[in-house]
């Protein structure tokens, strides 16, 4: 194979006789340097791939930044490791391949409606370092309700129709969303400076006809796949209700290129799908960190541990790795200069996920979160439903 390249690139040389000397350097040269960058193979977390630049990894793939094999590819710039999906085998008929891929296909359409409202943005004017969240800050947060209006679990508006949340957390008895949330204990909510703001909760129904999506491939045992989407009744307004808004998801490989530096951010009451454990009033942040995986996967042996888990541990300001809602999101923060204000720019990457219950009563340890970016193909088809 790489006799072939060679040739290839021998061939464009020789017939192009009538060019300057120097200018056949540089093209060898450049096919040279084409070859040894496509050619350099890397391995992550046990699986071969390729070493490429970033915007060249593909949404269905994973990459992992400063990889050593990449360190001698002769890339400069945003190089990662990029690892294809894994493949299954199935019983061949006439109408199923012998190998497909065990992840469907990202939907053009689902993602051209992710990214229809501008999701995600907060101006750093409306940020505080405190644990308690600043009113508005999350405007994507919402809570799972039953009929008698008792809190079930936490999610996240990503659409005018959808909310994503834990597949755990989908009960008989789950009936309202609640948006625009902030201290349980007042119906509306108001800035304590002189700041005229106020903002009060809106509670929407499910939709009656359409039940809420539950991963195809969840797991009840391990929590494998523990994702799931809820339909509203109606699309929220986001221009009538302006303090809601929805959170980015990955759309983008750029978008789930984290460092080991990054903050995460979770966000939630501190509730548990059992509802046995008195969470916080109002609505609380902490930061967290990416760890390995395989550390979680030491510490917490009884869950089978792949890529669609994110394993992290506490962050800036020494917050618990396992606080907040069942179902609630980890969001990725960057910022951006806007004019002359910065603003912070959030995209979900996953959410609180092995029950709240288990995952509330630990402390600094790290631990396992549902990876949202491995179920983007499925989020993608569904909301188009």
């Known amino acids: 194979a790489v006799f072939e390249e060679y040739s290839a690139c021998a061939v464009v040389i020789m017939t192009g006789l009538n060019l300057r000397l120097l ?35 593909a949404l269905s793939m994973e990459m992992f930044r ?102 755990h957390c989908i009960q008989d008895n789950l009936e309202f969303v609640r948006l625009g949330e902030h201290d349980l204990m007042t119906e509306e909510d108001c800035l304590s400076n002189n700041i005229n703001y106020c903002q009060t909760f809106v509670d929407f129904n499910i939709d009656p006809i359409q039940k809420p999506f539950i991963h195809p491939d969840y797991n009840t045992v391990n929590k494998h796949k523990d994702v799931a989407l809820i339909k509203l009744d109606k699309a929220i307004n986001f221009q009538v209700y302006s303090h809601i808004k929805p959170i980015c998801l990955p759309t983008s490989p750029s978008d789930y290129a984290m460092l080991p530096t990054d903050n995460l951010v979770l966000a939630g009451w501190g509730l548990t799908e059992s509802n046995d454990v008195r969470g916080s009033d109002v609505l609380q942040k902490g930061y967290l960190k990416l760890e390995a995986l395989d550390v979680c996967q030491k510490l917490h042996s ?59 009563m630990l402390t600094s340890i790290p631990y396992a979160y549902e990876n949202i970016t491995d179920s983007m193909p499925w989020i993608t088809n569904t909301i188009l439903k």
């Open 66 to 167: 400063y990889n050593a094999d990449c360190a001698n590819s002769g890339l400069s710039g945003d190089v990662v490791c990029c690892i294809r999906p894994p493949y299954r085998r199935r019983t061949t008929t006439s109408t199923t391949p012998a190998i497909i891929l065990e992840k469907e296909t990202i939907n053009p359409r689902g993602l051209a409606l992710l990214n229809q409202h501008n999701c995600g943005n907060v101006e750093d004017t409306r940020v505080a370092n405190g644990i308690d969240a600043m009113l508005g800050e999350f405007p994507w947060i919402a809570l799972l309700l039953s009929s008698t209006k008792n809190t079930i679990c936490g999610g996240s508006v990503i659409t005018e129709r959808f909310v994503l949340t834990a597949a």
């Open 302 to 360: 009884f869950y089978d541990l792949d890529q669609s888990k994110l394993c992290v541990k506490s962050g800036a300001n020494r917050s618990v790795s396992c606080q907040g809602d069942s179902g609630s999101p980890i969001f990725w923060e960057t910022k951006y200069m806007r004019g002359r204000f910065t603003q912070k720019h959030y995209t979900q990457v996953g959410l609180v996920s092995l029950g709240g219950k288990v995952c509330g």
């Open 23 to 57: 200018a056949v350097i540089l093209l060898f040269s450049c096919c040279y340097n084409i070859h040894s960058a496509d050619a350099y193979s890397c391995k992550a977390n046990g699986r071969f791939g390729q070493c490429s630049f970033s915007e060249d990894c």
